[in-house]
């Protein structure tokens, strides 16, 4: 009788405990739901209040960047004329700003005639494509709403002008130790400093070379050696800081002590002279008239 009272008494005490967790979360909730009402209540309040006080505009959002604006903020080259050259190629670049957009489309018009459009911010001229002197080129990138432009300056170079070149181009000589001058005038149209570069066998040879140069003229004086002798050719590079223009002249470097054989007798690789025969020797030769010496020496003059 003792347990079955025992065992009345642990149901009842667990019932009341479980009355009790039911009533904890019943107030969890009542709380939370307490919480958000409030919030709620307090964000009406400001929003009604905003509208008639200026107490709450340390709420305002922040205004937003107009999105879709295109602002050129880099460009290349910098430049101003940009000069391009016969033969060599110019890369023409924007960059924009981050609003801009991905859609973007740049388009690029020398002297107000399209050339490119495309997704692509760059542009790639080639000297060779434009005539000298002054042009324009300018690039409209745009998306859908915006556009913004830039405009290079653009100067074809002028290469530099030959006005006169001494001596002939062909028909030129000189001896091993002796001295032939060369000369050339130039002109720039486009006012560029111009310097010159002497050449023998398209090889850079100042020790052969006595070159004196002004701002319109150059003269090289050209000394050989020895090692010189043959035929060969001298050439004067004009440059003017973007073209070079040059000019070749022939040249022949003589050693006048220097015999050539053109005839001998007899020819035949082994010559017999009996005891009591002769055979004659004779040899034909072209230089410089030898003078004899004492003893067996020659020398030539």
């Known amino acids: 009788m003792a347990n079955v ?31 958000s009402l409030s919030f709620a209540m307090l964000a009406v309040s400001v929003s009604s209040c905003k509208k008639n006080s200026t107490a709450f505009d340390f709420l305002e959002e922040e205004p937003s960047i107009s999105a879709g604006e295109v602002d050129i903020i880099g460009y290349t080259p910098e430049s101003d004329p940009v000069v391009v050259a016969d033969g060599k190629s110019t890369t023409f670049a924007v960059s924009l700003g981050p609003t801009a957009g991905a859609e973007v489309t740049y388009v690029w018009k020398l002297d107000a005639v399209e050339v490119a459009s495309s997704s692509n911010p760059f542009y790639v001229l080639n000297g060779s494509s434009v005539t000298s002197g002054s042009h324009s080129l300018v690039v409209e990138a745009r998306n859908t709403k915006y556009a913004a432009s830039k405009t290079f300056n653009v100067r074809k170079n002028a290469a530099p002008a030959l006005s006169l070149t001494t001596p002939g181009a062909t028909g030129n000589s000189v001896n091993v130790n002796g001295s032939i001058s060369f000369s050339v005038q130039a002109t720039d149209s486009d006012g560029d400093s111009l310097s010159y570069t002497w050449k023998l066998n398209g090889v850079e040879a100042p020790s052969l070379f006595a070159v004196t140069s002004s701002a319109g003229t150059s003269t090289a004086i050209f000394s050989p050696t020895l090692t010189q002798v043959g035929s060969g050719t001298i050439k004067v590079e004009v440059y003017d800081g973007n073209d070079t223009t040059s000019y070749s002249w022939g040249i022949d470097v ?33 230089a410089k008239t030898p003078q004899f010496i004492a003893g067996n020496l020659m020398e030539w003059p």
């Open 5 to 35: 009272k025992w065992m009345k008494k642990v149901k009842e005490n667990r019932a009341a405990k479980g009355s009790i967790h039911s009533c904890l979360i019943l107030h969890s909730c009542f709380r939370s739901i307490l919480v």
């Open 254 to 286: 003589v050693n006048p002590i220097t015999a050539a054989i053109n005839s001998y007798s007899p020819t035949t690789a082994l010559v017999i002279v009996t005891s009591t025969g002769s055979v004659a020797f004779s040899i034909s030769a072209t």
